[in-house]
């Protein structure tokens, strides 16, 4: 049995929230590792995320995950961010412990064990690409550097904002950033699409020879099929491409652990959720 009181109170917040499949995870979870804990989905209102997270706490609520449009508000309401969170300057998942609103982001995480452990490729000493320069990227940045890639890239069609992250993690990460245009001529053997191509069906410019023979093009988003960028890839003649299903169960897992004591296995999750690419 477990030693933490029946049936603690976790949740999901979002708007919208109900196509989340978090309950439907951490539930997957709870039962596999026999913790008591209702999980359930809690849409806020756009202008009133911090009172609803008042309420879940006055409530007995023990954590909390994180999606959008609330992971910049999240990473403002936070008493003790940790550096995850500080650097993405969002966050993912929240733990609450007395008057402390702790915060974590765990979707870089998620991401690099889901391309290294389910995917089985080691990103230690390969060239990496990140398209877009927004939260998911500010996320990712930390998790990949830490793996020490020979080259860690990130373009955006705003090369302004690539440059930005480059000055924002100096102290963290070597980063290679710019423009689309500027990776002519050069390939990389992981390809990451963290844009909103996924979402709304267009195209990113990538020039001719940016996936290198073997790489691997992995879409964040998930249960969308073949995205513009895994069409794209495919054209480009490569066969390993993934979404982001494996990133979402791996980042649930992180929270569970962080929150319960004990990680649950991830594969029979994923395949639980997974959609095929065609």
């Known amino acids: 049995m477990t030693d933490h009181p029946a049936s603690e109170r976790y949740a999901v917040i979002g708007n919208p929230i109900g ?8 539930t997957a979870f709870a039962q596999a590792t026999g913790q008591d804990i ?13 009172a609803t997270v008042q309420a879940f706490i006055a409530a007995g609520g023990r954590g909390m995950n994180v999606t959008l449009p609330f992971k910049l508000q999240a ?5 003790d961010p940790m550096e995850s969170a500080r650097l993405a300057g969002a966050v993912n998942a929240l733990k609450f412990e007395g008057d402390r609103i702790v915060a974590q982001n765990f979707d870089g995480l998620g991401l690099v064990n889901d ?3 389910n995917l089985g490729v080691s990103l230690a000493g ?17 998790p990949i550097a830490a793996q020490q890639p020979a080259l860690l890239a990130v373009a955006n069609r705003s090369a302004d904002k690539a440059h930005g992250l480059q000055r924002d993690f100096a102290a963290h990460a070597v980063l290679q950033t710019g423009g689309y245009a500027e990776l002519a001529g050069e390939s990389f053997d992981v390809v ?3 844009t909103s191509t996924g979402l709304s069906q267009a195209e990113l410019p990538l020039p001719a020879g940016v996936f290198a023979p073997g790489a691997l093009a992995y879409e964040l988003v998930y249960g969308k099929g073949l995205t513009p960028f895994l069409k794209q890839a495919q054209a480009a003649g490569v066969t ?8 979402l169960v791996e980042q649930a897992a992180e929270a569970f652990a962080w929150w319960r004591g004990m990680r649950p296995d991830t594969k029979p999750v994923i395949a639980r959720f997974t959609v095929p690419l065609e």
């Open 115 to 117: 391309i290294q452990h």
């Open 192 to 194: 990451l699409n963290a």
């Open 126 to 142: 390969k060239r990496v690409l990140i398209c877009g320069a927004g939260g998911a990227t500010r996320g990712a940045i930390l």
């Open 19 to 26: 196509h989340s499949k978090s309950p439907l995870i951490h």
């Open 75 to 79: 990473f403002e309401i936070a008493t």
């Open 38 to 50: 209702v999980y359930t989905a809690i849409e806020a209102p756009l202008d009133g995320f911090k």
């Open 240 to 247: 390993h491409i993934a979404d982001g299903v494996g990133m």
